[in-house]
C-alpha cells in the first residue's frame, strides 16, 4: 500500500511546481500559499508511505499528523480565502492566525507524547498513538475541520458565482472538482484513518489529490483564453 501515497506525494509536488510557475508569471497570493500547502501533502504522504513501507518511526507519524491531518487543509482554506477577500487588512489578520495554528500545532505534536506500541500497527491512529483527550489528538477536530468546511464552503461559492457564465464553464467545473477532491482526502481519507482502514486510505491520498489536480488544469484552461 506504499505505493499509493508516494504517487500521492508526486502528484503533489508537479500540483505545487504547477503553482509555483503561475505564481511567477501572475504573482497571485494564493498560489503561494496553495503551493506550500501541497509540498505539506507531499511530505505528509512520504511519511506514510515510509511508515507503511518499513515501519512506522515517532518522527514519521509526528511529520503526517502534523503536516497533513493538522496543517493542510487551513492552508488551503487561507488559499482560498485569499481568492475571495479583497480587502488587505483582513487578509493580513488570516495570515497572522495561520501563523499562529501552524507554530501552535508543530510546537504541541513536536512534544506530545507518544505511545510507540501504538506505532507498530499497519495504519496508527492519533487516538492510540497520542491518547484520547489530549492536545495533539485534538488538533484536526479543533483546526483542520473547521478549516475544511471554510475551504469547501468557499470553493462552492466560487462555483455558484460562475453558473450562469458560460465563458467561465471549465473553471466551474475545475473548482468542483477541486471540491471534491478535498473531500476525498479531508473527509473520506480521514475516516478511513480513523477507523484504520490501510488499503481505502491509502487510495484516496491519490486519488483525492489527482481529482484536484485535474480541477486545477480544467480551471487554469479558462484562466488562460480569458484575460483578467
Known sequence: MWVFP?????VAVLFSAALVRRYAARRHSYEVIWSLALLMYAAASLAVAFGVANGWTSGEFRVYWALG????VPFLAQGELD???AQRGVRWALYVLLAFITAYTIAVVRTADIHTAALAQDLPSGKEVFGDGTAAYRLPQLIAIPAYLVLVGGTLWSAWRMRRRPELRDRFWGTLLIAFGATIIAGFGSAF???GYLAPFSISLL?????MFIGFLRAT????????
Open 69 to 72: 491531518a493538522v496543517l493542510n
Open 83 to 85: 481568492l475571495l477577500i
Open 6 to 10: 508516494l504517487a500521492a506525494a508526486l
Open 207 to 211: 486519488v483525492g489529490i489527482v481529482v
Open 221 to 228: 484552461r479558462t484562466a488562460r483564453l480569458q484575460p483578467r
Open 193 to 195: 484513518a480513523a477507523l
